[in-house]
């Protein structure tokens, strides 16, 4: 079996490294997922492993990869007001990051984007009025600094970030994550199963399975101003 296992993993590491794009999803359920881990646990129908235990893995699995690989991303708009420095958020309200690297501001006069900085540590430091050039998260809100005077009053906003999906509670729950991560949920779901199996063996090769997917469709991508 321990043979067996490593011709897997090293079955995966020989796989030529690529990148996914797109968050197209397969429009795979989680009952998909299922069926296919239950084919490696060689238990078609429920008996140790119970499809509750199986959804709540499932569930694991896809916001461990959507924190990590940021495979789903929204952009929230604010506009600005005058002498207004505290903005309420107005994306998803349950969301994993803003992208430190993914905010933006937009001058309504210039049409120009301008980069903002995540520092909070600015205020006092710089001028109290204008052009905001600082950002920071705080409270479910957004601050800018310095607050914007009424030339830039109606500007916006653009802050890139990472939705939470929806919790996968029933078998017939839609997988969000994209279509290349499928394959990375069914090798986490069978590691924890051979966890509870207490199999740390057989876990833990699932498990680097399981992250050889996640990071092979990680990129760093240099960020450009939301449209």
Not at 1 to 10: E, G, N, Q
Not at 86 to 105: H, K, M, N, T
């Amino acid at each position: 079996m321990k043979k067996i296992l490593l011709a897997v993993f090293f079955v995966f590491l020989s796989c030529s490294i690529c990148f996914g794009a797109g968050q197209t999803s397969s429009g795979k359920t989680a009952n998909d997922i299922i069926t296919n881990v239950r084919q490696i646990l060689n238990e078609t129908t429920a008996s140790f492993w119970t499809d509750a235990e199986l959804l709540d893995w499932i569930d694991e699995a896809v916001k461990d990869i959507v924190s990590k690989s940021h495979c789903l991303e929204d952009t929230a708009t604010i506009v600005l007001s005058t002498n207004t420095k505290a903005y309420s958020w107005s994306g998803a309200s349950d969301y994993v990051i803003i992208e430190p690297e993914g905010v933006f501001f937009l001058n309504h006069n210039t049409s120009k984007y301008t980069k903002l900085v995540n520092d909070k540590t600015v205020i006092g430091h710089t001028s109290n009025e204008g052009q905001p050039t600082h950002w920071y998260e705080f409270g479910n809100e957004v601050h800018v600094w310095p607050v914007p005077t009424s030339a830039y009053s109606g500007s916006t906003i653009y802050a890139d970030y990472i939705p939470l999906p929806t919790k996968i509670t029933a078998t017939t729950g839609n997988i969000e994550t994209p279509a290349i991560y499928d394959n990375a949920i069914v090798w986490y779901v069978v590691s924890m199963a051979k966890a509870k199996d207490k199999n740390a063996n057989e876990s833990a090769v699932f498990m680097k399975i399981y992250d050889e997917l996640v990071n092979r469709y990680r990129v760093d991508i240099t960020r450009e101003p939301s449209k």
